[in-house]
């Protein structure tokens, strides 16, 4: 299957500091990526959807100007958490999606547990 | 508004039987389903890809897709201690925008 990589894995930090996580997909170029948010023993939330070359789109409830998001190649987007708190401590997890046609797939990273003291 | 079903369980097997996990989705225009596994503190591993109607098997996994009922199912023959993790249902619809929008998952147990 394809590789997605997000880099740091875990991170912690004190509160009103922010936060870069990247995400890259690495045998596959990427114009759409995704990033979500999981709390302890939820499913996974949208943030927001990643496309190369244009503006983030935000799901409904999601600051973005807290949560920016840069898609700034076909294999790199990052997120920032901006002035995090402590209430922004969650998993955070990208996906990649892979555009095959008629089988389309998403591909997620391993994940970047943020811990906001 | 656009819906994905999943019973959260757990759903607890004995070793070496079949697990039967089922979602039900409410978008009839919907044309992509995925099965994901996920290990607790870790992120969602991509097991199976559906895409029409019928039977699709990998190996010990059988993904079930009936779109008349808005229905899809995971069998998973021969169940092992290592399957036992949250099982979580994926569904993409017809739009331009590639969002799959996912059922809370149903946590499965493997007896030894």
């Known amino acids: 299957g394809a590789v997605v990589s997000q880099h740091p894995s875990r991170v912690i930090c004190k509160s009103g500091t922010s936060v870069k996580i990247e995400c890259r997909s690495l045998?596959?170029?990427?114009?759409?990526m995704f990033w979500y948010r999981q709390f302890p023993k939820q499913s996974l939330m949208l943030m927001a959807t990643s496309n190369e070359g244009s503006k983030a789109t935000y799901e409904q409830g999601v600051e973005k100007d807290k949560f920016l998001i840069n898609h700034a190649s076909l294999t790199l987007s990052t997120l920032t958490v901006t002035s995090a708190h402590p209430e922004d401590s969650s998993f955070y997890i990208c996906?990649?999606?892979?555009?095959?046609?008629?089988?389309?797939?998403?591909?997620f990273g391993p994940g970047t547990r943020l811990t906001v003291l | 508004q656009k819906e994905v079903e999943q019973n959260s369980g757990p759903l607890s097997v004995p070793e070496g039987a079949i697990a039967s996990l089922n979602c039900t989705y409410s978008?009839?225009?919907?044309?992509?389903f995925f099965w994901y596994r996920q290990y607790s503190g870790k992120s969602p591993e991509l097991i199976m890809s559906?895409?029409?109607?019928g039977d699709k098997e990998d190996g010990r996994f059988t993904a079930q897709l009936n779109k008349a009922s808005q229905y899809v199912s995971l069998l998973i023959r021969d169940s092992q201690p290592s399957d036992s993790a949250t099982y979580l249902c994926a569904v993409g619809g017809m739009d331009s925008s590639y969002k799959l929008i996912f059922g809370s998952g149903t946590r499965l147990l493997v007896r030894p």
């Open positions: 996906s990649a999606f892979r555009d095959r046609g008629s089988t389309d797939t998403q591909y």
């Open positions: 978008d009839r225009g919907s044309q992509s």
């Open positions: 559906i895409y029409s109607n």
């Open positions: 045998d596959f170029q990427a114009t759409t």
